[in-house]
């Protein structure tokens, strides 16, 4: 579970309920429990590889003409990619080549991880790949203005820009649990918490600056390859492992202060769910979060590489309980709104506009058959 897949399951359940057909392609997996059908949304699995040092994310096998033939005898009206880099870069060119138009959903700065995970040489090719997919697709759509101006600085112009919901009645003040809170800090300790995948982007290492202010106590929710290596160097802090459901939503209502050291977020879900549940963040002043952190109001933001400022903004919020509970009221009030439904009819618009801008092609299309 990331934000890429947690935003498809919300655009599935929207497509559900107005009626459309959906077909999913998507890698395999090793597990036996997956389900072959996903809010009505039939998935066709192709062959897949574990991704070396990653075995969680795996990469599907297979050519362009497999996924032609696929959308050939599907015959969708619009394909959605979410964010393509392989697979979906084959499905860019079999659509490309069907004349089907295509969305395509930019949402992992890929190319800006290859230094992290230790092969810099990579960068410019995975550039020239995100540019391709790009220009090749009808639309591009970005969650955040840095987004925006990053990919328009690449040439790649047909971009909009579409955000994130947040599910305000799963994510709420009210959440907050008392029972959580002692059984994770029981000397009373203000709760300094993270949530998202323990991975090398996400720079949770970072958070090793934060490890001894007094009276506080830092909760490591997720999981990840870098687990192991997390609980090594942060040897204080709580690790809960990967939440989901109401209980994630409990331990995000019960932090005392959200922080995220990343820097390559092109959005980031779970600053939205720490803020509609009345939690105030602290976040790198680079990506999505620029658009979602409003300095001395919302939260702080920090530059990036600049861990002092991180100690200093976190050591401001859990010493000021006044000034604290001003900043959750204020971000709180932020997030409301952003409900999924209503961001889902936007991305709906947006099939339509490239739909209908689309010349005819040899290839018939059944109406309301969505990909």
Not at 222 to 242: S, Y
Not at 327 to 356: D, K, M, N
Request: glycine share 10%.
């Amino acid at each position: 579970m990331n934000g890429v897949t947690h935003s498809i399951l919300r655009v599935l359940e929207h497509l559900q309920e107005r009626g459309d057909e959906v077909l999913v392609i998507a890698p395999s997996t090793s597990d036996a429990d997956v389900l072959d059908v996903v809010h009505g949304a039939f998935v066709h699995r192709l062959p897949s590889v574990p991704l070396a040092g990653y075995t969680n994310v795996r990469v599907a096998l297979g050519g362009v003409y497999r996924v032609k033939r696929i959308l050939a005898d599907y015959a969708p009206d619009v394909v959605h990619l979410a964010s393509p880099f392989v697979l979906g870069w084959r499905a860019a060119q079999a659509a490309h080549q069907l004349g089907i138009p295509t969305v395509a959903l930019y949402q992992t700065e890929v190319p800006s991880y290859a230094a992290r995970y230790g092969v810099p040489f990579l960068e410019n090719w995975a550039w020239n790949r995100v540019e391709n997919i790009h220009l090749l697709a009808s639309r591009t759509l970005v969650p955040s203005t840095f987004a925006l101006h990053q990919l328009r600085g690449r040439g790649i112009l047909r971009v909009g820009m579409w955000r994130r919901g947040v599910d305000t009645a799963r994510f709420a003040p009210e959440k907050r649990d008392d029972v959580w809170r002692a059984s994770v800090a029981p000397g009373g300790e203000r709760i300094i918490g993270y949530v998202g995948r323990l991975a090398v982007e996400k720079q949770v290492e970072d958070l090793a600056v934060l490890a001894d202010i007094p009276g506080t106590r830092l909760v490591i929710v997720g999981d990840g390859p870098q687990r192991a290596a997390l609980e090594e160097a942060l040897p204080n802090a709580v690790f809960t492992g990967f939440l989901g459901g109401e209980e994630l939503a409990r331990a995000v209502a019960s932090f005392d202060l959200f922080v995220h050291p990343g820097e390559f977020e092109t959005f980031c879900q779970t600053i939205q769910e720490a803020m509609a549940s009345g939690v105030p963040v602290v976040a790198t002043g680079r990506g999505g979060p620029l658009d979602l952190v409003e300095n001395s109001r919302t939260g702080w933001l920090y530059e990036p590489g600049d861990l002092a400022g991180l100690r200093r903004h976190v050591m401001d919020l859990t010493g000021d309980d006044a000034k604290r509970r001003a900043f959750a009221a204020a971000a709180h009030a932020s997030v409301q709104g952003r409900t999924w439904p209503a961001l889902c009819a936007e991305l709906v618009r947006h099939y339509r506009s490239v739909i209908a801008e689309q010349p005819i092609t040899g290839i018939e299309t059944k109406r309301g058959a969505t990909l």
